[in-house]
């Protein structure tokens, strides 16, 4: 299993393919991802643990609760939050693990 520490928390990637990644993301309370998109990256998170905030390209925030899923498209504008306490949650997306568009970003990557 491979670790990969963030600013906003860490990643650990379980599953790695050809065509599929399967991840378990922590992310710290009070931190969040950057805003970006995916030209061709599909992914779909199960929220294990805490509430997850989502929001949209107009900065929209859904939440979503443990045990809820969130599916993102290529093209659909989305950051990942942790607004209230520590979020733990799993992501199984196709293999374009470099295919991120950053269009803010808290931590100046």
């Known amino acids: 299993m491979e670790i990969i520490e963030k600013p906003w928390g860490h990643e650990k990637i379980w599953a790695k393919t050809a065509t599929y990644v399967g991840k378990k993301l922590f992310i710290k309370a009070g931190h969040r991802l950057s805003k970006q998109y995916h030209e061709v990256k599909e ?47 799993i992501e199984v997306s196709t293999n374009h693990l470099g295919d991120v568009i950053r269009i803010e970003d808290d931590y100046r990557r």
């Not at 805490?50 to 390209?57: P, R």
């Not at 045990?67 to 306490?85: C, D, K, L, M, W």
């Open 43 to 89: 992914e779909t998170i199960l929220v294990l643990s805490g509430v997850l905030a989502v929001s949209d390209k107009d900065d929209k925030i859904i939440e979503v609760c443990p045990g809820e899923t969130f599916h993102v498209v290529p093209g659909q504008i989305h950051r990942f939050g942790a607004n209230y306490s520590n979020v733990e949650l």
